[in-house]
């Protein structure tokens, strides 16, 4: 199938849907390199792990 057979408003949301993919991508790479950059500087540490820290134990 080459593009000259599907129509305009098809190849519009084909490049949206492309757009919107890549996006996403974009998003949960900065948010795991934001994550693994502060894990490694030890400045991030998860949600019980940090209770537990305050608790003592």
Known sequence: MSLNNIGIR???ML???VILV???LSAA???YQNIS???EAGKWLPHG?????TLGT
Do not use: C, D
């Open 37 to 39: 950059v502060k894990y």
């Open 15 to 17: 490049g949206l849907a």
């Open 29 to 31: 790479n900065s948010l």
């Open 49 to 53: 792990f940090r209770r537990l820290k």
């Open 10 to 12: 098809m190849r519009i």
């Open 22 to 24: 890549l996006a996403a």
